[in-house]
C-alpha cells in the first residue's frame, strides 16, 4: 500500500517569493505524480503532473522537481501571488503496479498562504 | 462542458437517518471515484467503479456506507444509519480512461448530528 508523506503542513510566504512544498512516497512503482489545488468550498483540480522519466516539469510559475532515486518529488511556486493561497495536495499511485489505472494515494495537505 | 455535479452541496441531518449523495460525473468518463476528505485523515478513496462496477471498495469504513452506480451518468454514495462521525466532505470525481486525470466535483459538507 502506497504512503505519501507531505510537508509542511502550512507555508506563509510573501508575495513574490517562492513556495516549496515537498512529498515523499514509498512504493517502487510509479508512472504519475500529480499536484492538486482546492480552494475553499472546491474540490482539488489538477495543476501539474509529472511521470517518472523526467527529473523537471515547468508549467508557467510551477515546476514539479522529481529525485527517483530519493523517492522524493517537490512542488516549487516562482513568484508567489495572493490567489495561489489554498490548499496543495500531491498524490502517487497506489497500485503495486505504479500504473495509473488504479488509485491514488493523496498528502495530507499543505495550506499555502500568500501575504500581499 | 460541465464538469462532475454532486448533490446536495450542503446536508446536515439528525444521526441515525439515512443520507444519500449523488454524483454526476462527466459524459464519456469510465471511473468514477468517491472520496471523503477531513482535517484528521485527509482526502480518503472510499470506493470506485469501472464501467459502472466497483472495483475496490476497501476503503469504505463500514456496512453502514455503500454505493451504486446504476449508469454511466449517475452514482449514489449511502449512509444508513448515520453517525456523527460521518461528518466530513464527501468528493466525487471522475477520470477519462485509465491514465486520465481525476475531475472534482465541488463536494458534498455533510453534518450528522
Avoid at chain 1, 509529472?50 to 523517492?71: H, L, Q, Y
Wanted: hydrophobic share 30%.
Amino acid at each position: 500500500q502506497q504512503q505519501v508523506k507531505q510537508s509542511p503542513q502550512s507555508l506563509i510566504v510573501q508575495k513574490g517569493g517562492i513556495s516549496i512544498i515537498n512529498c515523499a512516497y514509498e512504493n517502487t512503482a510509479f508512472d504519475y505524480f500529480p499536484w492538486y489545488q482546492q480552494f475553499p468550498g472546491k474540490g482539488p483540480a489538477l495543476l501539474i503532473a509529472i511521470r517518472p522519466d523526467v527529473s523537471e516539469k515547468k508549467e508557467g510559475r510551477f515546476t514539479i522537481s522529481f529525485n527517483k532515486s530519493a523517492k522524493q518529488f517537490s512542488l516549487h511556486i516562482m513568484d508567489s501571488q495572493p490567489g495561489d493561497s489554498a490548499t496543495y495536495f500531491c498524490a502517487a499511485p497506489t497500485n503495486a503496479g505504479g500504473t495509473s489505472y488504479g488509485k491514488l494515494t493523496f498528502g495530507q495537505g499543505t495550506i499555502l498562504t500568500v501575504h500581499p | 462542458d460541465a464538469g462532475v455535479i454532486q448533490s446536495p452541496r450542503h446536508e446536515v441531518t439528525e444521526m441515525g437517518q439515512e443520507v444519500t449523495l449523488r454524483c454526476k460525473p462527466i459524459s464519456g468518463h469510465d471511473y468514477l471515484f468517491w472520496y471523503r476528505q477531513t482535517m484528521m485523515r485527509g482526502l480518503e478513496l472510499l470506493i470506485y467503479f469501472n464501467n459502472n462496477v466497483p472495483i475496490d471498495d476497501s476503503g469504505m469504513p463500514e456496512d453502514r456506507f455503500s454505493a451504486k452506480m446504476p449508469n454511466a451518468s449517475f452514482s449514489t454514495l449511502k449512509i444508513q444509519p448515520s453517525e456523527p462521525r460521518d461528518s466530513a466532505v464527501y468528493f466525487c470525481a471522475s477520470r477519462g480512461g485509465p491514465r486520465g486525470t481525476q475531475h472534482f466535483g465541488d463536494g458534498t459538507r455533510l453534518s450528522i448530528l
